[in-house]
């Protein structure tokens, strides 16, 4: 039973995870950013 009415009051955990994820999104953008100026560099 407490697996249906976790849920229905999940929104904190929504919460929690889209923060997570656009945190991580933003890790993942800087990271390739990062990656392609270096790599422009490398190749002037």
Partial sequence: MADYTIPLRGHGII???RLLY???AQ???AYA???FMVDHAAFR
Avoid: I, N, Q
């Fill in 15 to 17: 919460t929690a995870e």
């Fill in 22 to 24: 656009r945190g991580y």
């Fill in 27 to 29: 890790r993942l953008a």
């Fill in 33 to 35: 950013v990062t990656a």
